[in-house]
């Protein structure tokens, strides 16, 4: 039986722990809150006050970073082999396993389904955020194409303006400026697409874009001719 399932028909409750237990997790809770207090005595006895170098600010910030490190690593480590035995008992539904530890298998199930859920949301984000970066820089680089071919219809605009009386007297150039409107009415159709589809992307993708800004505005931003 898969491991949702069993979630999905075991349903998690509270633990049963017993006086004693209960005085345990309490002594071990306050035992770390001791040596956070005596951490922080520790540091302000030692501390000098005065207007501090910008390298000794560094130093200490990097000692900081160095001693939370090493403190939340060895809380982990002690966590982790606290855990170790009754996640193994209640995993294997070992003989010797106690009530509590038999519980806690539905609590694992849905740590597991949970992990295994944001694993697979991070991965679709990913694979969302690259695919909008592809259309981001095809849509700059039809942007680019766009300016280009502007410039060229104007410059040629300019030349045709100087004899409005006239008719453009020389083929090649009604030819070409025919092809570069051309051209560029193609180019902002592709740009139309690009926006449409980068929009289409987020707003399907599942991810939060109301959140945040920049997808909001693919998804919400009016469409603009470029």
């Known amino acids: 039986m898969a491991s949702s399932e069993l979630g999905n028909e075991v349903q998690p409750s509270q633990l049963l722990l017993s006086d004693e237990e209960k005085r345990v997790l309490e002594l071990y809770d306050?035992?770390?809150?001791?040596?956070?207090?005596?951490?922080?005595?520790?540091?302000?006895?030692?501390?000098?006050?005065?207007?501090?170098?910008s390298g000794n600010v560094e130093e200490a910030q990097n000692a900081l970073l160095k001693s939370r490190a090493k403190y939340v690593l060895r809380n982990?480590?002690?966590?982790?082999?606290m855990m170790a035995n009754p996640i193994l008992q209640a995993v294997h539904n070992g003989i010797n396993a106690s009530p509590?530890?038999?519980d806690l298998l539905p609590l694992l199930i849905a740590r597991d389904d949970?992990?295994?859920?944001?694993?697979?949301?991070?991965?679709?984000?990913?694979?969302?955020?690259?695919?909008?970066?592809?259309?981001?820089?095809?849509?700059?680089?039809?942007?680019?194409?766009?300016?280009?071919?502007?410039?060229?219809?104007?410059?040629l605009a300019e030349e045709t303006n100087r004899s409005k009386t006239a008719p453009i007297a020389d083929p090649g150039h009604a030819e070409e400026?025919?092809?570069?409107?051309?051209?560029?009415?193609?180019?902002?159709k592709r740009w139309r697409i690009m926006k449409?589809?980068?929009?289409?992307?987020?707003?399907?993708?599942g991810v939060d874009w109301a959140r945040d800004d920049r997808l909001k505005s693919i998804v919400l931003d009016e469409e603009e001719d470029v």
């Open 114 to 155: 949970s992990s295994t859920t944001l694993a697979q949301q991070t991965t679709d984000l990913r694979q969302t955020l690259d695919q909008l970066m592809e259309i981001e820089s095809q849509s700059l680089q039809i942007s680019r194409e766009n300016v280009q071919l502007a410039s060229e219809v104007l410059k």
């Open 30 to 53: 306050r035992l770390r809150q001791i040596q956070l207090e005596l951490a922080l005595l520790k540091a302000q006895k030692n501390y000098s006050p005065g207007q501090p170098a």
């Open 100 to 102: 509590i530890e038999k």
């Open 76 to 81: 982990n480590i002690a966590d982790c082999v």
């Open 196 to 205: 449409g589809t980068a929009s289409a992307i987020v707003a399907g993708s």
């Open 177 to 188: 400026i025919a092809r570069l409107e051309a051209e560029v009415r193609a180019s902002r």
